[in-house]
Every structure is written in C-alpha cells, then in structure tokens.
C-alpha cells in the first residue's frame, strides 16, 4: 500500500493487498482526514484491483461518497469526497 499527496487529492494505492487490507486502509485513511482540521476539502483517490463494493455503504455511513473515475488499465480508480 502506498499513499502520496497530488493536487487532485490523497492517492491511496491498495492494489495487491488481500481482503479485508484495501477497506480497511482506506477507511483509515478517511478518518484520519476526518478527525484532522488542518485536511480541509480533500479528496481521496483511491488505486485499486476491483469495484470495491463492500466500501459504499460504510463510505456513506461515516458521510463520505465514492465515483469510479478514469485510470490506467485494469485498475479501478475511485475518487472519494465527504458529502454535502
């Protein structure tokens, strides 16, 4: 798992970690962006094998929205934002 900062948002790669490794990553990484005031208006891209169906429902549970997006072949891009 690799995370780095770009200007569209958090990159985090959970590409290659067995289950539960990717849900569990990224929900960490969403709350530690939630429980951080200085992370104002982030997003969240997130780098992954499949459609992580699993991730919608505690995504909007914890009051964030996820769109898959563009990415490179075989990859599953999404592009996850705290809801309005």
């Given at each position: 798992?690799?995370?780095?900062?770009?200007?569209?948002?958090?990159?985090?790669?959970?590409?290659?970690?067995?289950?539960?490794?990717?849900?569990?990553?990224?929900?960490?990484?969403?709350?530690?962006?939630?429980?951080?005031?200085?992370?104002?208006?982030?997003?969240?891209?997130?780098?992954?094998?499949?459609?992580?169906?699993?991730?919608?429902?505690?995504?909007?549970?914890?009051?964030?929205?996820?769109?898959?997006?563009?990415?490179?072949?075989?990859?599953?891009?999404?592009?996850?934002v705290r809801s309005?």
């Amino acid at each position: 798992m690799k995370r780095w900062v770009e200007a569209d948002g958090i990159h985090i790669d959970v590409r290659g970690l067995p289950a539960p490794q990717p849900l569990v990553q990224i929900l960490s990484l969403v709350r530690s962006i939630d429980d951080d005031p200085a992370v104002v208006a982030h997003q969240v891209v997130v780098h992954h094998d499949r459609d992580p169906q699993l991730l919608y429902p505690e995504l909007a549970e914890i009051g964030w929205s996820a769109e898959i997006v563009d990415g490179e072949p075989g990859e599953i891009r999404l592009r996850l934002v705290r809801s309005a």
